[in-house]
């Protein structure tokens, strides 16, 4: 039983740290894909009568330590969604599975050196 809960305690903190726990790492922002919200039934997704989008990015990440991730990302859904500006550096939070905060844009600046050589 003992040994029954330890694992079930491994696998849920390994399943939590390859979602959740992200580290940071910047990217340059790829062309974004907009694309029309749906329902779970497949019917689009409208409010008041507008229908709603959001925007797709597949995000070559790189992290602060030099190694790559990707990992895509989608913007909120609204009638009317911000698209990320295509070229333009972004920094965010990124787990193995998600970007778990941002991406927020950033200056090249901004972007230690070791990281920055990657990206270009």
Known sequence: ??????LLT?????YYNSTYKGSTAYAVVPEGVKTKSKNSDGSDYKKN???YYYYSYNFKWVLEDGTTKEVSWHSQESANPTMLEAGSYVKGEVSDKRVTKGPN???????PAKVLEKLR
């Open 10 to 14: 491994l696998s849920g903190c390994s």
């Open 1 to 6: 039983m003992l040994l029954g809960t330890v």
């Open 105 to 111: 844009a950033v200056s090249e600046g901004d972007i």
């Open 49 to 51: 009568g507008e229908q």
